[in-house]
């Protein structure tokens, strides 16, 4: 089983998980084409949407080919603007199964303080095991253990605070973003790492473009790993190369 990122941040998010020539994507926020490109050789069997954010369920999403799966109450917000979403399937708190996959959504804190619509994954196929983990403002113990004893693990780390709080951005989009349902920062997803157990690789995702910068988030989270974790950064506009389980 690999991961492979096709594109994370505020700008659209996307990524691919296959084992041999069979595959989920994990969000459809990028253009059909940089999807499809990403997915080449590869039989699409599933959309599974993470939350109804825009840079998280694009307009493409029920154009790939494949069913998409997505939480009933964002498919509920979305089903308006996003075409075709008519024949989604619904996921809710169990395990479900996609061809080899083996799948557990499990709730994150965001967007609202009183109801969490956003929702990580835990991926297994065979004894392999990943995790994926966007837009989340804390990391709970419930979600540090579904985090923990997985080979590749995705998390964000979306910002620096004194960066996101000099960025004249609107007062209410700053205060959301440094709440405990907002966006984790470099410092938050390092605590989290050194909470969980020792992936052999971490791939920080959904660094903000004018909030954050690379050196940070890796000098943060290179930190709280031990030498033996490979760590590697998701970008905007460039695919990654594949990450193995």
């Not at 951005?169 to 050194?194: F, K, M, Y």
């Amino acid at each position: 089983m690999f991961l492979r990122n096709l594109g994370s941040g505020s700008g659209g998010n996307a990524t691919v998980v296959a084992h041999e020539d069979r595959a989920i994507i994990v969000d459809a926020g990028l253009s059909r084409r940089r999807m499809l490109d990403g997915l080449e050789g590869l039989r699409l069997e599933a959309v599974l949407i993470t939350h109804r954010h825009h840079d998280h369920l694009g307009p493409m999403a029920a154009k790939l080919g494949a069913p998409v799966w997505i939480e009933r109450e964002n498919w509920l917000a979305a089903k308006d603007r996003a075409s075709g979403l008519d024949g989604a399937q619904f996921f809710g708190s169990r395990s479900f199964r996609i061809g080899p996959f083996h799948i557990t959504p499990f709730p994150l804190p965001h967007p609202g303080s009183e109801r969490w619509t956003s929702h990580g994954f835990r991926i297994e196929c065979g004894r392999k095991r990943l995790a994926y983990a966007t837009d989340l403002g804390h990391a709970p113990d419930e979600v540090v253990e579904a985090l923990s004893g997985v080979h590749v693990l995705f998390l964000e780390s979306n910002h620096d605070p004194e960066m996101e709080r000099a960025s004249g951005r609107d007062p209410g989009t700053i205060d959301w973003v440094l709440s405990d349902h907002g966006h984790l920062s470099n410092a938050q997803c390092a605590e989290t790492l050194a909470r969980i157990g020792r992936p052999h690789t971490v791939v920080l995702g959904h660094l903000s473009q004018d909030c954050n910068r690379p050196a940070l988030a890796r000098e943060a989270a290179r930190k709280a790993l031990p030498r033996s974790t490979r760590l590697v950064l998701a970008t905007q506009d460039e695919a990654g190369e594949p990450v193995l389980c």
